[in-house]
């Protein structure tokens, strides 16, 4: 896998059937290792590692119901008083570029969920916008923001 814009951590991999597999520390189990878990599992430690965000309230591919189609959102934050969603991740593999078709994909998952803050990203380039819900519009962040910003 390609070298990302996030942070290195010690990756456990291990080969199954000839898959290669790593290990979601959110999930607690092994996962298909393609681009976009890469960029999932890059990104989520940098969330825990270096921003300091709780891994008990993170959830990885977490289901949620958009009209009559069952989706799944990369990863949420939930808060932590009766587990109201806070944040949603949507990632991509590198070689995707994040284009506005990325953003409608998270903003329909924000229809449902009603967050504070999303973030999108493809490894090398992410995005990070606090949702304004009065003025009606994503209020653009120079940086993904520590855990206690939020």
């Known amino acids: 896998m390609i070298s990302l814009n996030l942070p290195a951590y010690p990756t456990k991999t291990t080969n199954d059937g000839g898959r290669t597999m790593i290990y979601d520390f959110l999930r607690r189990r092994y996962v298909a290792l393609t681009p976009e878990e ?3 599992q890059h990104f989520t ?3 825990v ?3 300091h965000y709780p891994a008990a309230l ?3 591919e ?3 119901r958009l009209g009559t189609q069952a989706r799944r959102c990369d990863s949420v934050l939930y808060d932590r008083n009766g587990g109201r969603p ?3 991740a949507e990632y991509k ?3 995707v570029a994040i284009t506005q078709a990325v953003f409608n994909q998270i903003s329909a998952y924000n229809l ?3 967050v504070d803050y999303l973030i999108v990203s493809n490894g090398l380039t992410h995005y990070c916008c606090r949702m304004d819900y009065e003025a009606r519009r994503p209020v653009f962040l120079r940086d993904i923001p520590d855990y206690a910003e939020l």
Do not use: E, G
Request: proline letters at 4%.
């Open 112 to 114: 449902v969920l009603r």
């Open 45 to 47: 430690h940098f969330l």
């Open 86 to 88: 806070r944040l949603i």
């Open 49 to 51: 590692d270096h921003k």
């Open 58 to 60: 993170l959830a990885n």
């Open 93 to 95: 593999a590198p070689h």
């Open 62 to 64: 977490v289901t949620l």
């Open 38 to 40: 890469w960029v999932r």
